[in-house]
């Protein structure tokens, strides 16, 4: 398994952006595909979206689509959430989670680790 640091987090008014990175520590990262959750006060965790392993292909959920972007960059086994025109219902805290040898993990019960997450406010 891989350690997930999340950091990036903070304060933001609607509209404006922000910029999270997921740190992974141990080998093989690029072994991982990488996938972005969040979880809003008294809400289920939910799926944002992935990157997978090999092809660096991205998926999202239709509410963020067009927003957010998810990236990684290997050589720093850190992946990245750009989250862009930001809206007060974004507010969440977000967790990055990593999915060993899975090409596409779109499901919770895919991802082996997971980060502490970092909360993400928007103001309207």
């Known amino acids: 398994q891989v350690q997930l640091v999340e950091s990036g987090g903070g304060l933001v008014q609607a509209g404006g952006s922000l910029r999270l990175s997921c740190a992974a520590s141990?080998?093989?990262?690029?072994?991982?595909?990488m996938g972005w959750f969040r979880q809003a006060p008294g809400k289920e965790r939910e799926f944002v979206g992935r990157i997978s392993r090999n092809t660096g292909s991205t998926y999202y959920v239709d509410s963020v689509k067009g927003r957010f972007t998810i990236s990684r960059d290997n050589a720093k086994n850190t992946a990245y959430l750009q989250m862009n025109s930001l809206k007060p219902e974004d507010t969440a805290v977000y967790f990055c989670?990593?999915?060993?040898?899975?090409?596409?993990?779109?499901?919770?019960?895919?991802?082996?680790?997971w980060g502490q997450g970092t909360q993400v406010t928007v103001s309207s």
């Open positions: 141990g080998r093989n990262f690029n072994r991982y595909s």
């Open positions: 989670a990593a999915a060993y040898l899975t090409m596409f993990p779109d499901n919770r019960s895919d991802y082996d680790s």
